[in-house]
């Protein structure tokens, strides 16, 4: 069966500074990944997608996902933070045409 | 392209009322749609999946006869919480996949029921 696991949280940054995401997953088969955003009381943004073609992913907002299978990571990242990036992010993985969330990561970036 | 909307974005009714939520995927067919529960500082839960013309599938633990899922057309699918109750209060978010066989879901803005 598919999962994913968030490692973190809640993750706080300072404003300028580096962002990490952790997502690590479990699936018997090469799987597909996305990364989501959620602001307060909005639905979901896809930041980006891996589906087996190049394993750095990027996506929109200078985010961008490094897919790595000896690992079974896939965790986001961002060179600089900025405020309006604070959220909630979801890492997710599909699962026999389903969605299989994580448990999601409140990111908090201060000033 | 692969706008979804959700109305109302926000409802409050009352105890013991039913309330019915709408999906429309504006700019494709979605041959299928699904419906998420999101209770606050949590995850998505997936509620149901419909395909348009068929029944509902509801995910282990869903109360389907509380929970009616519609999907008469192409671009719209219907939630309707029957006697709602307080407990029933959350964020419903609908999403919506393009065609069959491909799986990337199109999310809606998501609608926040209160009960009172």
């Known amino acids: 069966a598919q999962s994913v696991t968030q490692l973190d949280s809640h993750v706080s940054v300072s404003e300028g500074t580096p962002v990490l995401l952790r997502c690590n997953y479990s699936s018997s088969y090469s799987p597909s990944l996305f990364w989501y955003v959620q602001h307060p009381n909005k639905g979901l943004q896809l930041l980006l997608k891996y589906t087996s073609a190049a394993t750095l992913v990027k996506g929109i907002n200078g985010f961008e996902a490094e897919f790595k299978k000896s690992e079974t990571s896939f965790h986001l990242t961002k060179p600089s933070a900025h405020m309006s990036d604070a959220a909630e992010y979801f890492c997710?993985?599909?699962?026999?045409?389903?969605?299989?969330f994580g448990t999601g990561t409140r990111l908090k970036v201060l000033a | 392209g692969a706008v979804v909307s959700q109305h109302p974005s926000w409802v409050i009714c009352k105890s013991g009322t039913s309330v019915k939520i709408e999906c429309r995927s504006l700019d494709f067919q979605a041959t299928t749609m699904f419906w998420y529960r999101q209770f606050p500082k949590q995850s998505l839960m997936l509620m149901a999946t419909?395909?348009?013309?068929?029944?509902?599938?509801?995910e282990q633990g869903v109360e389907k006869d509380k929970f009616l899922i519609n999907h008469a057309s192409l671009t719209l699918s219907t939630l309707t919480v029957t006697s709602a109750h307080p407990e029933d209060s959350s964020f419903y978010i609908c999403s919506a996949r393009r065609l069959a066989g491909t799986y990337e879901q199109y999310f809606g803005p998501g609608t926040r029921l209160t009960v009172t």
């Open positions: 997710v993985v599909i699962g026999t045409y389903k969605y299989i």
């Open positions: 419909s395909n348009e013309g068929s029944k509902a599938t509801y």
